[in-house]
């Protein structure tokens, strides 16, 4: 089992990833992939507010509700020592007053949905039965960090998703990229790695409360595994995964998505933080996820140190005492 001091780094480096992926993708979120290609190319840095299409009110390297719903629950699972679906709710509810996130127009629409239900007076472990889109996906580090061991990982990704995204296509995604996620941190292999993905996004279905006619993230992340190692052209490869397997706000396209651009990109954590960037749809979510994922799975990163250096600046963040904090409240992971 690798040290406390080992595992912190390792999820410093992630925390990181996922945050540069964050402020990366944010200018670009919801520009097409056209728009994208012929405007910037590659994104390969910090892009302008004057730039973005949809964010223009934010400052460059700014982060969205991808980090901050993260951060906010990895604070309050480390102080409670636990996940679980009210816990998750009332974090949930404090980050969108605090961070007047609907204002700032990047809270997704099924968690916006469920938390005004949840603030009227519904049940949180109701609220959440209609939200199918990644909110609940990109919010699975939270479940992986605070998951000891691995014991109980599927219990902590449902406590964490029911308020908001409490079925069956959310909750594949889910289970699929939090189990990789965790054998990525354990050093896992790539193929051993799918094969987590794939036992989680089955233990996710097994829990839902309904199956509901939609892609299966499964499905799809058998299709990339025999479609990426083919695959040298970045466009292409981009164009494909934006124009026929989609990169919008449903929990299949992100997922699919995360997972083509880690197969693809491998341990170069910084080349699938441009990908995601690159590629149009929810790029903020899908460069986040997939930044984490590479950086577990290299045991570091390779985002050139202004980048880091600014969004850590800008949003005030000290990832390395969260993770110390993860550490101390659940042991290493």
Same mark, same amino acid.
């Given at each position: 089992?690798?040290?406390?001091?080992?595992?912190?780094?390792?999820?410093?480096?992630?925390?990181e990833a996922f945050a540069v992926g964050d402020?990366?993708?944010?200018p670009t979120e919801f520009m097409t992939r056209?728009?994208?290609?012929?405007?910037?190319?590659?994104?390969?840095?910090?892009?302008?507010?004057?730039?973005?299409?949809?964010?223009?009110?934010?400052?460059?390297?700014?982060?969205?509700?991808?980090?901050?719903?993260?951060?906010?629950?990895?604070?309050?699972?480390?102080?409670?020592?636990?996940?679980?679906?009210?816990?998750?709710?009332?974090?949930?509810?404090?980050?969108?007053?605090?961070?007047? #996130?609907?204002?700032?127009?990047? $809270?997704?629409?099924?968690?916006?949905? +469920? !938390?005004?239900?949840? &603030?009227? =007076? /519904? *049940?949180?472990?109701?609220?959440?039965?209609?939200?199918?889109?990644?909110?609940?996906?990109?919010?699975?580090?939270?479940?992986?960090?605070?998951?000891?061991?691995?014991?109980?990982?599927?219990?902590?990704?449902?406590?964490?998703?029911?308020?908001?995204?409490?079925?069956s296509q959310a909750l594949e995604a889910a289970?699929?990229?939090?189990?990789?996620?965790?054998? #990525?941190?354990?050093?896992?292999? $790539?193929?051993?790695?799918?094969?987590? +993905? !794939?036992?989680?996004? &089955?233990? =996710? /279905? *097994?829990?839902?409360?309904?199956?509901?006619?939609?892609?299966?993230?499964?499905?799809?992340?058998?299709?990339?595994?025999?479609?990426?190692?083919?695959?040298?052209?970045?466009?292409?490869?981009?164009?494909?995964?934006?124009?026929?397997?989609?990169?919008?706000?449903?929990?299949?396209?992100?997922?699919?998505?995360?997972?083509?651009?880690?197969?693809?990109?491998?341990?170069?954590?910084?080349?699938? $933080?441009?990908?995601?960037?690159?590629?149009?749809?929810?790029?903020?979510?899908?460069?986040?996820?997939?930044?984490?994922?590479?950086?577990?799975?290299?045991?570091?990163?390779?985002?050139?140190?202004?980048?880091?250096?600014?969004?850590?600046?800008?949003?005030?963040?000290?990832?390395?005492?969260?993770?110390?904090?993860?550490?101390?409240?659940?042991?290493?992971?």
């Open positions: 089992m690798m040290s406390s001091a080992g595992m912190k780094e390792r999820l410093t480096t992630v925390l402020a990366m993708g944010m056209l728009e994208i290609q012929s405007t910037f190319g590659l994104v390969s840095r910090l892009l302008e507010p004057e730039e973005s299409k949809n964010h223009r009110d934010l400052p460059r390297g700014s982060i969205t509700d991808d980090t901050e719903q993260n951060l906010y629950l990895l604070k309050a699972y480390c102080e409670q020592g636990l996940v679980s679906c009210d816990l998750t709710a009332s974090t949930l509810l404090r980050w969108v007053q605090e961070t007047d #996130a609907v204002a700032k127009k990047y $809270i997704g629409p099924s968690s916006l949905r +469920a !938390l005004k239900a949840i &603030q009227e =007076g /519904m *049940d949180p472990r109701l609220a959440g039965r209609s939200g199918t889109t990644c909110g609940g996906l990109m919010r699975t580090l939270a479940a992986v960090f605070c998951t000891h061991g691995g014991d109980g990982l599927m219990e902590n990704i449902v406590e964490c998703l029911i308020p908001t995204h409490y079925t289970g699929a990229y939090a189990f990789a996620l965790r054998a #990525a941190l354990e050093g896992c292999s $790539i193929e051993e790695i799918l094969q987590q +993905a !794939l036992l989680g996004a &089955q233990q =996710g /279905m *097994d829990r839902a409360p309904y199956i509901a006619c939609a892609a299966s993230s499964a499905a799809r992340i058998h299709h990339v595994v025999n479609f990426v190692p083919g695959t040298k052209l970045t466009d292409p490869f981009l164009d494909y995964l934006y124009g026929v397997l989609g990169t919008g706000l449903e929990s299949a396209d992100v997922c699919a998505a995360v997972f083509a651009l880690f197969l693809f990109a491998k341990e170069d954590v910084w080349l699938v $933080i441009q990908l995601g960037a690159s590629v149009g749809g929810d790029t903020d979510t899908i460069a986040a996820l997939a930044g984490a994922l590479c950086a577990a799975y290299a045991g570091g990163h390779n985002i050139p140190p202004e980048v880091l250096k600014e969004v850590v600046a800008r949003n005030s963040l000290d990832l390395p005492a969260v993770a110390a904090r993860v550490i101390d409240a659940f042991g290493t992971v």
